[in-house]
């Protein structure tokens, strides 16, 4: 179920007030949200069928040689 609302004030000829509130209800949700990173982000890649290089590691820091943004092939 959704649901929204808002209204509209001018109170004063240069003064504009606007409220919204907004309620929505997500089911069947694809995927659990928030923020991957490290082994996670790697595993929850490879489950979705992508192939994350071997040099790509959950601990390598941007400054170091192993790539953090993988360049990600899609297995057929």
Do not use: C, K, W
């Not at 209800?25 to 890649?45: D, F, K, W």
Request: glycine share 10%; aromatic share 6%.
């Amino acid at each position: 179920m959704n649901f929204s609302a808002g209204f509209l004030l001018n109170p004063l000829p240069r003064l504009n007030i606007a409220v919204d509130a907004y309620q929505i209800t997500v089911t069947h949700r694809i995927v659990e949200g928030g923020v991957y990173n490290g082994q996670r982000a790697i595993s929850a890649l490879e489950a979705g069928g992508y192939q994350v290089d071997s040099t790509v590691t959950p601990t390598a820091s941007p400054s170091s040689t192993s790539r953090m943004v993988p360049t990600l092939g899609h297995a057929a």
